[in-house]
């Protein structure tokens, strides 16, 4: 199981270099069309062309914020009663 864990880091980290080395990369950028980027055209790509992808993550950040919600309670017996403020001692 140690070793699975290792070739997964390992794996990891081998794929997390080569994301990185692809965006580094001058070459894979091309010239943009226009001088700048505006307001507008960046409004238009998030919310149009890219809709469905911010919706996507939308949800899956959702989804992990409420599993860590939901990880972090503690339902221990003397934490759920209420004895008025008086304590136990």
Known sequence: ?????????????????????????SSNWGDSSSGSLDNI????NMLVDWGFVVILIGVLLSMAMVGAAYLVRDERKENLV????ESSD
């Open 41 to 44: 055209s960046f409004a238009t």
């Open 82 to 85: 209420w004895n008025g403020g």
């Open 1 to 25: 199981m140690k070793m699975v864990s290792t070739l997964v880091r390992i794996g990891i980290l081998l794929v997390g270099i080569l994301i990185f080395s692809n965006v580094a990369d």
